[in-house]
């Protein structure tokens, strides 16, 4: 059995107090009005972006097969930190698909991409890049490249392959260093 709990009057003499004076409303229908929508304005375009890249050839690094991984960490960084990106820890905040574009064209994607990433403030990105199955001697070009301009880019931190769900050793995960409002 319920037990309905009674208000004292005590109670009841707190409340209307504490609430005031109440007006009843006429009517509970709500009119909108409709408003003008702020105008869209658009980000000047910055040049500037394509000198975020180190034009220093990077000689070191190997040309990569279709199912070999990409990993690069910058100097300083703990090794865990690509750990954490495999498993998901830092969250995928923007992506970038790059299948079936020439060289040039991925460079220019990957550029512009790069740039609206940072001033988004994206800590996380993927890029998909394919594994380059119909490249010549099983040597994909863009996965190739784009392991050299990833290194070169003065706000890439980290990359490394994707997980298989995520595209595997066609894709790679990106951590980009967080830039403050100031330095814009």
Not at 106 to 133: P, S, V
Request: hydrophobic letters at 35%; glycine letters at 6%; aromatic letters at 8%.
């Amino acid at each position: 059995m319920v037990r309905e709990k009674k208000t004292s009057d005590e109670d009841m003499a707190l409340f209307r107090k504490t609430v005031g004076k109440v007006k009843s409303i006429k009517n509970d229908r709500l009119h909108f009005h409709k408003t003008a929508k702020p105008a869209i304005i658009s980000k000047p375009p910055n040049a500037d972006y394509y000198q975020t890249f180190n034009d220093t050839p990077n000689d070191t690094v190997d040309l990569l097969g279709d199912a070999d991984n990409l990993e690069f960490l910058a100097p300083g960084l703990q090794k865990n930190i690509l750990k954490k990106m495999r498993k998901g820890f830092f969250g995928i905040d923007a992506e970038l698909d790059l299948h079936g574009l020439t060289r040039a064209e991925a460079k220019n994607h990957l550029t512009q991409f790069l740039h609206d990433c940072i001033l988004e403030h994206c800590r996380c990105i993927h890029i998909i890049h394919g594994k380059g199955y119909r490249s010549p001697n099983q040597k994909p070009i863009l996965k190739n490249s784009l392991n050299q301009w990833l290194r070169q880019h003065v706000h890439v931190l980290a990359f490394c392959s994707a997980p298989r769900h995520a595209g595997g050793t066609g894709a790679v995960y990106v951590l980009l260093s967080l830039m403050d409002k100031h330095s814009q």
